[in-house]
């Protein structure tokens, strides 16, 4: 934009793009310098000096040298760049000239011949095309890319990082470009595409828009000695408008939201001035002067209509008469593309456009708003070209009034309110938010700026024919906005509740709290999820503001990362999560990313992510414990006493097998042993109270054969001279006592399994025959054979069952799953209860057990012993038993005993005295 503000010649790289298109040859750095006041932007030299902060004017701020980023300048005036979109960009087709672009109509603007749109498809937008949504498909590597970019954020300054942000966005809607303009008209999948072109083109610009303002924002705060400083009593416009810059940070922002909005408009117009085809060429009203020579030389012959009959530009006002309609034409079309092209900030380009019309006379009027500069006031030896129109004031006074005539064109009436700061006529033409926006700012620098003349007595005398409200406006950020609120213009108040133009009003009233808010709000209020790019945008905008220590409100910040680490849940991005988590308070960052991880099944996937969560500095033991601990206390059953069938095991469920394998999570670590015995001693209690003795040895398998070895061996690496921890102990104990109690009941099914597969004595039929009776003796020689292994194997395995069962009966040091140590940090009273359900449940089953192994190997007596063990007060193991389970236990001793009486024995398997 080119206003009456006095701005660097370098203020926006797509300035430097544009020329560089004119002038191949020449780089970035020749481009910018070789801008003439007299056709470009007037150099602010002393604004572009860094500035030195006055010491210690930090406060607690950060190290901003590093902040400010690698550019040895000072930054204040620089515009970050950008191939930008905006719904702001006027269609300038003659039927609907403010109708927002669609993606169908982009090559208005950003013509498909040049080389990046006319290259053949790569093999890998060919695939993407393919996609449901190709949009989305393309656009899916924004996530890790900006992570990657966030995380070198130590080597490289804050401001560096947002403009990285700006231009992955840019490369984005490069591609994403290619891919509309590829489209089938009408096709669902690529109208979703256009969405998400629109929604990265909206945050690729509102990065710009951060980098631009916090910059300055920041370097406002270091150069606090410039504050004070005024131009002396003699300066001319030019140096009174530096002093203002250096000294007003709002109308400097002010003007970088303007410098802003202009730059969105032309990186979206592109070169299509040079493209511009008239009915007029080198001469203007061609037309019209042709039909009036015709008709004074009366070789007119056609219908005669009244036209103006003076050619000067003032004529068809002054006469109130017509042109030829081809003129008007011209006219009004070059009036609107003149309009376009300001609104870019193009007004060189506008005026090369005039001249090329054969409107010279045009490209002068848009030539006065230049501040005026004598360099050779305060003398010197080499006298210096003057700068800027000495009579300014006048031709602003003309440029208002002119924009106050009906008369005009009401294009030609904007492009000159815009030039002499004339709201009221400036709006009428203006659709979009982004118009409306500049047009307030525009006017709000334009207001600044004179308000400043007058108080230095630099202009008077003209300047007070101009209206008293506009030299006397007092506007303010927070002014703009409320005029946009109340505005009646439909578009404009629906385009102010987007999610990013609600985002940029906040950055431009830098009301970090404000957007916290609406941040919120739109997460409570939101009926479908947020579009993902918006999400990424939310997190890494609060990122940035929290690095530059600028944040509050945490309960915010933590919703919004818990909504975008469900995102990146959804769209397995597995390898990102860790890292947002670790932004979130310890304990819930723990949670949050546990419950990521249950539901991940795939070993090296386990493995992943725990070395993600590794690098992210999260608590890898807390998250592991926290994941089994979910899983494992799903299950909110209780323990149950279950029947004393000997053999028959629960059928393991899903359920039961996810439980299994989440004791993988503990077991990658040697540092986990000990909390891996105690989780999964936890899971098989609730198995072994379940009879799912088959889902309890899976478990058991899970843990390496060497746990305990390790576990001694980690504690003495610590120079620890004292025994485990009680906690580590017990764990231990409770191990081992489940490990005799599944090494019993699995003997058992063995011998119960074998004694169920006695071979059968062959039987000799009646009246059989000399054959039959020689097969029947070779059966009954095959049958002893087989009975005597038989009979060895079950005497084996008799003995191993009876020894494993009384290795549970028996166990040392207080009984089975009972604690030695008391000693504890802390008393875990469900797992107390728990041990003490299982004796009840279990150590009943393992004596009917070893009864049924007793009895039916016809060790009668030994059976009876069983009443001496339980009775015992050394192991106590009657305590376990219910009254009905006593009673059952009585009656099988009977049988036993009935059958010690049938061997001529005595009750207790004792001969008989005589």
């Not at 509102?206 to 300066?235: C, H, K």
């Not at 409770?734 to 071979?759: Q, T």
């Not at 004595?761 to 070779?778: C, D, I, R, Y």
Request: charge should be negative.
């Amino acid at each position: 934009m080119l206003s009456p503000v006095i701005r660097d010649v370098e203020v926006t790289r797509s300035a430097r793009r544009h020329t560089l298109r004119q002038k191949g040859h020449a780089s970035a750095n020749e481009t910018s310098s070789s801008v003439t006041p007299g056709k470009g932007r007037l150099s602010l030299r002393s604004l572009r000096q860094p500035l030195t902060p006055v010491t210690g004017s930090a406060g607690g701020l950060f190290d901003f040298s590093e902040i400010m980023g690698t550019s040895g300048r000072s930054p204040r005036f620089v515009q970050t760049p950008g191939l930008g979109g905006s719904s702001s960009v006027f269609n300038l087709d003659e039927n609907d000239w403010t109708t927002t672009l669609t993606p169908q109509h982009l090559g208005s603007f950003c013509p498909t011949d040049s080389p990046s749109f006319t290259e053949d498809m790569t093999t890998t937008t060919a695939f993407i095309l393919k996609e449901d949504d190709p949009g989305e498909a393309a656009s899916v590597k924004l996530f890790p890319e900006f992570l990657m970019m966030f995380l070198k954020l130590s080597s490289t300054s804050l401001f560096d990082l947002v403009d990285e942000y700006e231009n992955a966005c840019r490369n984005q809607v490069t591609l994403l470009k290619k891919i509309v303009t590829r489209a089938t008209p009408g096709q669902q999948k690529f109208s979703k595409t256009a969405s998400v072109l629109w929604l990265l083109q909206q945050e690729m610009v509102t990065w710009r828009l951060i980098a631009s303002l916090y910059r300055d924002r920041i370097q406002s705060a270091l150069g606090e000695e410039s504050m004070f400083e005024v131009a002396p009593p003699n300066a001319t416009e030019k140096i009174i408008m530096e002093k203002l810059f250096q000294r007003d940070s709002t109308v400097r922002q002010s003007q970088l939201v303007v410098d802003w909005l202009e730059d969105i408009a032309k990186d979206d117009i592109g070169d299509f001035a040079e493209k511009i085809e008239f009915y007029a060429k080198s001469v203007y009203w061609d037309n019209t002067l042709h039909t009036l020579k015709q008709r004074r030389m009366n070789a007119f012959t056609g219908f005669s209509r009244p036209l103006v009959s003076e050619l000067d530009p003032d004529a068809p006002i002054r006469q109130k008469m017509p042109l030829m309609d081809l003129d008007r034409e011209d006219d009004n079309r070059l009036l609107k593309y003149l309009f376009t092209l300001i609104r870019a900030g193009m007004t060189d380009e506008a005026q090369r456009l005039c001249k090329r019309c054969g409107q010279a006379w045009r490209a002068a009027t848009l030539e006065g708003w230049k501040l005026y500069h004598d360099p050779n006031i305060n003398g010197g030896s080499e006298l210096k070209p003057v700068e800027g129109n000495p009579n300014r004031c006048i031709w602003k006074v003309c440029c208002w009034r002119m924009a106050e005539d009906e008369q005009f064109n009401r294009y030609e009436r904007a492009i000159y309110a815009a030039l002499s700061g004339n709201l009221k006529q400036l709006l009428p033409v203006c659709d979009t938010w982004e118009d409306a926006v500049w047009s307030y700012f525009r006017v709000m620098v334009d207001t600044l700026v004179e308000q400043e003349m007058w108080a230095s007595g630099a202009s008077m005398g003209e300047l007070e024919k101009l209206p008293r409200e506009y030299l006397e406006a007092n506007w303010t950020f927070e002014k703009v906005f409320e005029e946009l609120k109340a505005t009646d213009r439909k578009r404009i108040l629906e385009e102010n509740q987007e999610h990013y133009h609600v985002v940029q009003r906040c950055i431009i009233l830098g009301d970090i709290d404000g957007l916290l808010d609406e941040f919120s709000e739109w997460l409570a209020r939101s009926q479908s999820p947020l579009p993902a790019h918006l999400l990424r945008f939310m997190t890494h905008v609060m990122l940035f503001f929290q690095s530059l220590g600028l944040q509050s409100k945490e309960d915010v910040t933590i919703e919004v990362l818990k909504k975008y680490i469900q995102l990146l849940i959804c769209e397995n991005q597995s390898s990102l999560i860790a890292f947002y988590v670790s932004h979130l308070p310890q304990d819930l960052g723990i949670h949050q990313y546990a419950a990521f991880l249950e539901a991940v099944t795939e070993l090296d996937e386990r493995k992943h992510c725990l070395k993600m969560a590794k690098d992210a500095g999260l608590n890898v033991a807390a998250v592991t414990k926290t994941v089994v601990e979910n899983i494992r206390k799903r299950d909110v059953g209780t323990f149950t006493h279950h029947d004393l069938s000997p053999s028959l095991d629960s059928v393991t469920t899903e359920e039961d097998r996810m439980k299994i394998d989440v004791i993988d999570w503990l077991v990658f670590d040697p540092t986990q042993r000990a909390e891996a015995l105690k989780q999964s001693n936890a899971i098989m209690r609730k198995f072994l109270a379940s009879k799912k003795h088959e889902a309890a040895k899976e478990i058991f398998k899970k843990i390496p054969q060497d746990s305990i070895a390790v576990i001694y061996k980690q504690w003495e690496e610590q120079g620890m001279d004292s025994s485990l921890p009680a906690e580590d102990d017990n764990a231990i104990r409770e191990h081992l006592c489940i490990r005799a109690y599944l090494d019993a009941h699995e003997s058992f099914n063995e011998w119960f399994k074998h004694m169920n597969s006695k071979p059968q004595k062959p039987s000799l039929p009646a009246q059989a025959g000399f054959k039959e009776k020689v097969a029947h003796e070779h059966k009954e020689k095959k049958y002893e054979v087989d009975y005597d292994i038989w009979k060895g194997h079950l005497d084996a395995l008799t003995a191993e069952v009876k020894e494993r069962i009384y290795n549970v009966l028996l166990f040392i040091d207080g009984g089975w799953m009972v604690d030695v140590r008391e000693d504890l940090e802390e008393d875990d009273h469900e797992r107390s209860l728990q041990m003490i359900s299982l004796r009840k449940l279990c150590l009943p089953t393992m004596c009917f057990l070893l009864h049924t192994v007793l009895h039916n190997t016809e060790q009668y007596q030994e059976c009876l012993r069983l009443a001496d063990l339980i009775s015992s007060e050394q192991h106590c193991l009657y305590k376990a038993f219910s009254k009905e389970e006593l009673r059952k236990l009585l009656c099988k001793l009977r049988e036993s005993s009935l059958l010690l009486l049938d061997q001529d024995l005595d009750p207790l398997g004792y001969e008989l005295q005589s």
